[in-house]
Nanobody
Framework: QVQLVDSGGGLVQAGGSLRLSCAAS????????MAWFRQAPGKDREFVAA????????YYSDSVKGRFHISRDNAKKTMDLQMNSLKPEDTAVYYCAGNSRRPISSALRGGAAYTSWGQGTQVTVSS
């Protein structure tokens, strides 16, 4: 069973940076899919970024492309999200998501591709 614990949120001024981390257990390096999603108050959950085993591509939403960077440390079994040039509209609860089976690429941006979720970490960007 995949278990995820996300952390690293906080309060930052616009233009600043934050780094989120997701500690994963139950995932192997040979087959997995992992992603970050976010949900702002009163809004639907939104895809942020995703990676999957055996795929050199990293998938980003247009709203964060060029500002956010996802990375995975297989030895530490963590996935980080480096968020730069933060904007007030980035304010949300951020969730780590994972699946021990490698999703198809076309499904990566949907929440249904993931079977496990972290508890969420609040990111607040002040203007």
């Amino acid at each position: 069973q995949v278990q995820l614990v996300d952390s690293g949120g906080g309060l930052v001024q616009a233009g600043g940076s934050l780094r989120l981390s997701c500690a994963a257990s139950g995932l192997t390096t040979s087959s997995f899919g992992m992603a970050w999603f976010r949900q702002a108050p009163g809004k639907d959950r939104e895809f942020v970024a995703a990676i999957r085993s055996g795929d050199p591509n990293i998938y980003y939403s247009d709203s964060v492309k060029g500002r956010f960077h996802i990375s995975r440390d297989n030895a530490k079994k963590t996935m980080d999200l480096q968020m730069n040039s933060l904007k007030p509209e980035d304010t949300a609860v951020y969730y780590c998501a994972g699946n021990s089976r490698r999703p198809i690429s076309s499904a990566l941006r949907g929440g249904a591709a993931y079977t496990s979720w972290g508890q969420g970490t609040q990111v607040t960007v002040s203007s």
